[in-house]
Nanobody
Framework: QVQLVESGGGLVQPGGSLRLSCAASGSFLRLNAVGWYRQAPGKQRELVAGWSSSGSTNVADSVKGRFTISGDNARNTVYLQMNRLKPEDTAVYYC?????????WGQGTQVTVSS
C-alpha cells in the first residue's frame, strides 16, 4: 500500500506565500517522479510543476518565477513553494506519483487566495 498525503494549504492574501508538502508512505524503494496538479472550480485539472529524483524540475508558464518545486529523497517528500500568490491560484492542489507501476493521487489540499 502506498499513500500520498498533501498538506500546507490554507487561506492566504494576494501576494502571500504557502508551502505545500506531498509525503509518500508505504512499501516502495523511493520516489522517482512527482507532479503537483491543481483544479479550480469548473476547470480541468492542470499540471503545475514536476520533480524527478534526478534533480530535474519544471513548472508551468502560469506560475514560473513564483512557484518552486523541490524534493527530499530521505523523507520521500516533495514540496511546492508558492510565492506572490494570486487569486487565480485558488484551487485544490494534488500531488501525483507513479510508484511500483501504479498511479497514485493524494486527497488534495485547498489553497484559497483572497483578501
Amino acid at each position: 500500500q502506498v499513500q500520498l498525503v498533501e498538506s500546507g494549504g490554507g487561506l492566504v492574501q494576494p501576494g502571500g506565500s504557502l508551502r505545500l508538502s506531498c509525503a509518500a508512505s508505504g512499501s516502495f524503494l523511493r520516489l522517482n517522479a512527482v507532479g503537483w496538479y491543481r483544479q479550480a472550480p469548473g476547470k480541468q485539472r492542470e499540471l503545475v510543476a514536476g520533480w524527478s529524483s534526478s534533480g530535474s524540475t519544471n513548472v508551468a508558464d502560469s506560475v514560473k518565477g513564483r512557484f518552486t518545486i523541490s524534493g527530499d529523497n530521505a523523507r520521500n517528500t516533495v514540496y511546492l513553494q508558492m510565492n506572490r500568490l494570486k487569486p487565480e491560484d485558488t484551487a485544490v492542489y494534488y500531488c501525483n506519483a507513479m510508484i511500483n507501476a501504479n498511479n497514485y493521487w493524494g486527497q488534495g489540499t485547498q489553497v484559497t487566495v483572497s483578501s
